[in-house]
Every structure is written in structure tokens, then in C-alpha cells.
T-cell receptor
């Protein structure tokens, strides 16, 4: 069965500290991996996708196919990073079916 | 660009009443999705449209839920009759899927409360 696990419901870090939001997936085939973010009172929006290998707002995510993980990392957290983060694998090409994780709420403390 | 538009933003009804949600996707986006998001959970897909065709409705509880996208643009999701457990946020999203980007753009959601 296809499954996404985000083990931490809440992650609190101090400003300037490194942050890692964990995501493990169980998925047939080779899914495309995404991270979506929802800031307070805003819409759910794309943060980054693994295929782009980009850094967005200082965040990066490495796909580890051996461990089936796609952890989101940032070396120095900022207060404006406080938000809800969802890991979302996308099914095989053509199905366009996301399965969202339960989400991790990141709180960056001053 | 207004983005994905949903209405109403909030709806409070009594159980057994019908309710409908409306979504207008981003212009030119041929794919439209309806998601259900319960408190403390991630969004769960209810139905996906490619133009006017429902290509994935396997998660839609068809005894009480229905959806349509008659002209392949805006869409309506209906619940009849509503139950207490239907209280949730209903999200609409759209994507163009051109160039293999696969990014979904979400609306603000409709928060439904069933009393």
C-alpha cells in the first residue's frame, strides 16, 4: 500500500538552529517527491520538488531511494519558516495522484 | 491572476441537509482536484477531473457525494445528505501538467461544519 509517514506532528526549534523535517514513503514505482507548505492564513503551496534539485527559501530536500526518505532541511531556521509542511509523493507518470503526509508543524522560536 | 477560487469560504449546516461547494480553477488548467482535509490530517483526494471527465473518483463516497465539471472549467462538489463526520475543509486544486511540472495550485478551501 502507498503510504507517507511524517513522524513529527510538531517540531520546535530556535531561530538560527538547523531544522530537518522527516518524510518516509512506501510507494510502488518511482514517485516524484514534493514538499508543500501552508503558512498561517494562506493557501497550501508548493515549496520544492526533488526533480528540480533546487533550494527554495534556504530549504533543500534529498531523495534517498535506498531509505525511501525525502527529508526537508534548512541549516538556519527563521521565524518566517513557521508553518505546516506536507510531504507529498506523486504517483507514477500519468496518474497525477498525490498522497499527502499528515504534516509537521514547524515552530521557530525567537 | 486570482488563483483558484472557491466559495463559500465557510458553511454551517445541520445534519441531513444538502450542501454544495464551487470551484473555479486557474484559467487554462485542464486538471481539477477535490480534496478533503480533516483536522490534523493531510489532504485526501476525493476526485480528479481531466477536462470534463472524472478520471479518478475511487475515493469519493458515492452514496452521498457527487461532483460535476460540465464544461471542463468550474466544478461543483455536493453532499446530500450531510453527516456530522463530513465536517472538514474541502480543498480544490488545479494543474496544467504541461511540461511535466505536476505542480498543483490550491484554493483557500471551504470549511464545512455540520451540526
Amino acid at each position: 500500500a502507498q503510504r507517507v509517514t511524517q513522524p513529527e506532528k510538531l517540531l520546535s526549534v530556535f531561530k538560527g538552529a538547523p531544522v530537518e523535517l522527516k518524510c518516509n514513503y512506501s510507494y510502488s514505482g518511482s514517485p516524484e517527491l514534493f514538499w508543500y507548505v501552508q503558512y498561517s492564513r494562506q493557501r497550501l503551496q508548493l515549496l520544492l520538488r526533488h526533480i528540480s534539485r533546487e533550494s527554495i527559501k534556504g530549504f533543500t530536500a534529498d531523495l534517498n531511494k535506498g531509505e525511501t526518505s525525502f527529508h526537508l532541511k534548512k541549516p538556519f531556521a527563521q521565524e518566517e519558516d513557521s508553518a505546516m509542511y506536507y510531504c507529498a509523493p506523486l504517483g507514477a507518470t500519468g496518474t497525477y495522484k498525490y498522497i499527502f503526509g499528515t504534516g509537521t508543524r514547524l515552530k521557530v522560536l525567537a | 491572476e486570482a488563483g483558484v477560487v472557491q466559495s463559500p469560504r465557510y458553511k454551517i449546516i445541520e445534519k441531513k441537509q444538502p450542501v454544495a461547494f464551487w470551484c473555479n480553477p486557474i484559467s487554462g488548467h485542464n486538471t481539477l482536484y477535490w480534496y478533503l482535509q480533516n483536522l490534523g490530517q493531510g489532504p485526501e483526494l476525493l476526485i480528479r477531473y481531466e477536462n470534463e471527465e472524472a478520471v479518478d473518483d475511487s475515493q469519493l463516497p458515492k452514496d452521498r457525494f457527487s461532483a460535476e465539471r460540465l464544461k471542463g472549467v468550474d466544478s461543483t462538489l455536493k453532499i446530500q445528505p450531510a453527516e456530522l463526520g463530513d465536517s472538514a475543509v474541502y480543498l480544490c486544486a488545479s494543474s496544467s501538467n504541461r511540461g511535466g511540472l505536476n505542480e498543483q495550485f490550491f484554493g483557500p478551501g471551504t470549511r464545512l461544519t455540520v451540526l
